[in-house]
């Protein structure tokens, strides 16, 4: 025991503890970090179920991007065991009929083609402007998808997301809503709705960055999260 309050990071769509490496340092000197698993599952009922059972008992928990749908299905599933709740650049919208109609389509071409990471229009889609030809971001976050490979890519396409937003006022701790300015993934109304519909809820937006905040702007973030953790 450290006497460190604990912290689970899930990671979003392809993303493994690699998404962490620029904010981890300074977390981990005020928290014990626990990254989540979310590569063996196929819905997000079971993903939160399998991040409950390996977590510790009482924690601090952020989730990122699809990573953020993990975190209020376990906020909402065991709020005995989450202190408090940091969701970034993520949503309680729903899929709609066109996004999982794409969604199939992907996972249809990539279940017959190797599977080589994702696409580069994707990775330039992930960031702000400025980034587009940042190769160390690029290549980061293409590394991270080739690691987990062609089978976790399916089971998290295929990921069906409900609306939530009629269960956003249930979640009853703490709550940091981290958003970006130019985030072409997922809107800043997204956000908004977010911090809106939770009760006890802060809203931060981060400037001059895309959707990949804990690679593009970490400091930003690691000062987000540090008040946060802190309780302020």
Known sequence: MTG?????????????????DDVAPALAGVADLHFGNLFEDDSIPDMARRVLAEAPETFALAGFSMGGYVAREIALTAPERVERLALMNTSADGASAEFLARRRRMIEITRERPFTGMAPASLRQAVHPNRV????????????????????????????????????????????????????????????????????????????????????????????????????
Request: net charge neutral.
């Open 133 to 232: 030809g940042d190769r160390a971001i690029l290549d980061h976050i293409q590394i991270m998808a080739r690691r987990l490979g062609k089978e976790v890519f399916i089971r998290q396409m295929g990921l069906a997301r409900g609306d939530g937003h009629d269960r956003l006022a249930d979640i009853a701790c703490p709550t940091l809503v981290v958003t970006s300015d130019t985030d072409k993934l997922r809107s800043i109304a997204e956000s908004e709705a977010l911090a809106a519909g939770i009760p006890n809820a802060k809203l931060e937006i981060i400037k001059h960055c895309g959707h990949m905040t804990s690679l593009e702007q970490p400091d930003a973030l690691v000062r987000l999260l540090l008040a946060w953790l802190k309780g302020n």
């Open 4 to 20: 460190k309050p604990a912290l689970v990071l899930l990671p979003g769509l392809m993303c493994d503890h690699g998404l962490w």
